[in-house]
C-alpha cells in the first residue's frame, strides 16, 4: 500500500471515528429534549384536563365525568381523588387502551397492545403502540388530584428515526468528503516526494551532475533534497575517481606493455637457437600473456572513451556492407574450427550512426560466438528490416548462459566460466563494449539463452527510411577488438 493512500486511511478514519462520536453525542443530546417537550406538554395538559373536567365546589358532584366534549381526544387520561380509587374522569382513549397504574409523579414508557376497533389510522399499523405516561398530583380547589396522562409515541418514534437516519447519512457524506479531502490533500503533501522520485529516476552514472531542486523553506522535504544532494555529490566524486583511476591506470600499462613485447619479438626469433625448450615455451607463454594484457587495456580506453560520450556524431553507415564485411572475415576463423556459419543480409540497410563503432560492436559479438562454440558447431546470423527499426540476431550452438547469469553477461569482466576465458583470451569486456555502443546509438541489445544448447544475442537499431540516397560501401579492415 502507497504512503498516499495510508494517510488517506488514516486521516479518514481519525475523521470517521470523532464524527461518529460528535454524532453519538449530538444524538443523545437531541433524543432528551422529545421526552422533556413531551414531559411537560403532559404535564400542562394533566392540569387544563383537570380544570376542564372537574367541577368545583360550586358545581355538582354527583359521580365521574367521562367524555367531557372539550377534552383533548389524543391523549390517554385517568383523574382520581388523592387516597381514593375511584376514576372522576376518563378520556375516550383511556376508555379503550388500558395502560398500568403508575405511582403519583413518576413516568414510564410502555407497551400497549390495541383491539382492532381503536388502532388509529395516523399510528403503526401495528396493534403494539408505544406510549409516554406520567402521573401528577394536581392540587384543585383544596384538594389534591392524581392525574395520570399517556400520549402515544408514533410520531416521536418516526422523528427520531430520521434523525437517525439523518445523522447516519450525514456522517456517510461526512466521511464520503473526508476521504476526497484527505486523497487530495495527502498528494498536495506528498506532490515533492513524487517529483524527487521522478528526478531520481532519470539519474544515472551518465548525468550525476543533475541535483534535487531546494525550496526555500526549512521543512523535511528539502532536509531530505539536501540529503539525497549530498549523497549524489559523494557518488558523483567515487565515480569520476574511479573512472579517471581506470583510465590513468590503463593509458600508464600501455607503455610498458607495449615496451615488453617489442623486447619478447626480438628476443625470441634471434635468441631461439639458442635457447632451452623449456626457456622457449616460458617465452611464448610471456608472449601471448602480454598481448592478452595489451587488448585488454586497449579495451579499457576504450569503454573509458565510451562512458564520456553521451552520443555519437551521425553519418551515412551501410550496415549491410558491415555486416557482410564481417560475416566473411569470421566465417574463415569458423571454418578453421569446424563451426558452420550461416548469413543473411538485405542489400539497402542504412542507418546514422558511427561505422567505426558500429564495426566494433558487431565484431565483438560475432567473436564471441566463434569463441564460444563447439567443435562441429553453427553461427547463424540474421537481419529483419521494418519501417522503423532493424534486429540482428547473432546465434550460435555451444555451452550457453545460466538463466540466472544472463542479466550479468553486458557487466564489466563478466566470465562465466573463468578457466575457458583464459584459454581463449577473453577480457570480459566485448559485450559490456558492446551495449555501451548500442545506448549511444538510441537501440538495445539483448541475450537468450539455453544452457548447453544455444545462444542468441539481439540488437536493434533506429533506422530512418531514405535519410541517405547512397552511400559507397568502402573496403576496410577490421578494427582491433
Known amino acids: 500500500m502507497t504512503v498516499k493512500k495510508r ?8 475523521g470517521l471515528i470523532t464524527s461518529l462520536l460528535f ?5 443523545l443530546e437531541l433524543i432528551e429534549q422529545p421526552f422533556e417537550v413531551m414531559d411537560s406538554d403532559l404535564e400542562e395538559e394533566a392540569v387544563r384536563a383537570l380544570r376542564m373536567n372537574i367541577p368545583n365546589r360550586t358545581g355538582t358532584e354527583s359521580g365521574p365525568m367521562i367524555h367531557r366534549k372539550n377534552e383533548t381526544g389524543s391523549y390517554w387520561i385517568t383523574i382520581r381523588e388523592q387516597g381514593s ?10 376508555e379503550r387502551i ?3 397504574t403508575l405511582e403519583p409523579g413518576s413516568g414510564d414508557t410502555t407497551i400497549a397492545v390495541l383491539p382492532p376497533e381503536s388502532i388509529d389510522p395516523g399510528w403503526s399499523r401495528h396493534r403494539k403502540v408505544t406510549f409516554r405516561v406520567r402521573s401528577f398530583k394536581v392540587p384543585f380547589d383544596g384538594k389534591n388530584f392524581d392525574v ?25 457524506f461526512s466521511s464520503l468528503a473526508l476521504i476526497v479531502i484527505s486523497h487530495l490533500v495527502a498528494g498536495r503533501i506528498l506532490k515533492p516526494i513524487g ?9 544515472t552514472e551518465k548525468n550525476l551532475d543533475q541535483r534535487i531542486p531546494v525550496g526555500p523553506g526549512q521543512d523535511e522535504f528539502n532536509d531530505l533534497a539536501i540529503t539525497i544532494n549530498r549523497m549524489l555529490d559523494r557518488l558523483q566524486y567515487s565515480f569520476i575517481r574511479q573512472r579517471n583511476f581506470l583510465f590513468d591506470t590503463s593509458h600508464e600499462l600501455k607503455t610498458p606493455l607495449t615496451t615488453m613485447r617489442l623486447a619478447i619479438d626480438e628476443i625470441y626469433p634471434s635468441h631461439i637457437p639458442s635457447l632451452p625448450h623449456d ?3 616460458s617465452l611464448l607463454r610471456i608472449q601471448e600473456q602480454v598481448l592478452r594484457m595489451e587488448r585488454l587495456v586497449k579495451d579499457m580506453l576504450n569503454l573509458s572513451a565510451l562512458e564520456i560520450l553521451d552520443t555519437v556524431t551521425p553519418e551515412p553507415v551501410h550496415l549491410s556492407g558491415i555486416m557482410t564485411f564481417l560475416a566473411d572475415d569470421y566465417r574463415f576463423l569458423a571454418t578453421a574450427q569446424n563451426i558452420h556459419m550461416d548469413a543473411h543480409f538485405p542489400d539497402d540497410i542504412i542507418i546514422a550512426g558511427d561505422k567505426e563503432k558500429l564495426t566494433r560492436t558487431f565484431s565483438n559479438i560475432l567473436d564471441n560466438a566463434v569463441r564460444y562454440n563447439v567443435d562441429g558447431g553453427r553461427i547463424d546470423v540474421a537481419c529483419i528490416q521494418s519501417d522503423d527499426r532493424v534486429t540482428i540476431t547473432v546465434s550460435n550452438s555451444g555451452p550457453g548462459v545460466a538463466e540466472s547469469e544472463i542479466d550479468k553477461v553486458f557487466h564489466q569482466f563478466y566470465r562465466q566460466e573463468k ?3 583464459l584459454q581463449t583470451g577473453g577480457s570480459g569486456l566485448g559485450l559490456t563494449i558492446a551495449k555501451r555502443i548500442i545506448e549511444l546509438h538510441g537501440g538495445s541489445i539483448k541475450m537468450e539463452s539455453e544452457q548447453g544448447i544455444w545462444t542468441r544475442v539481439t540488437v536493434q537499431l533506429p533506422i530512418k527510411q531514405g535519410l541517405f540516397r547512397s552511400v559507397e560501401i568502402p573496403r576496410y579492415r577490421l578494427p582491433e577488438k
Not at 7 to 14: E, M, P, S
Open 279 to 281: 626457456s622457449c615455451q
Open 148 to 172: 395520570q396522562i399517556g400520549r402515544s409515541m408514533e410520531k416521536l418514534n418516526e422523528e427520531i428515526w430520521e434523525l437517525v437516519f439523518t445523522l447516519a447519512a450525514g456522517l456517510l
Open 195 to 203: 517529483a524527487m522520485k521522478d528526478l531520481t529516476r532519470k539519474i
Open 85 to 94: 380509587d375511584r376514576v372522576l374522569f376518563r378520556s375516550q382513549m383511556a
Open 23 to 27: 454524532s453519538v453525542v449530538v444524538f
Open 419 to 421: 578457466s575457458r576465458s
Open 7 to 14: 494517510i488517506t486511511l488514516f486521516v479518514a478514519g481519525t
Open 98 to 100: 388500558m395502560l398500568p
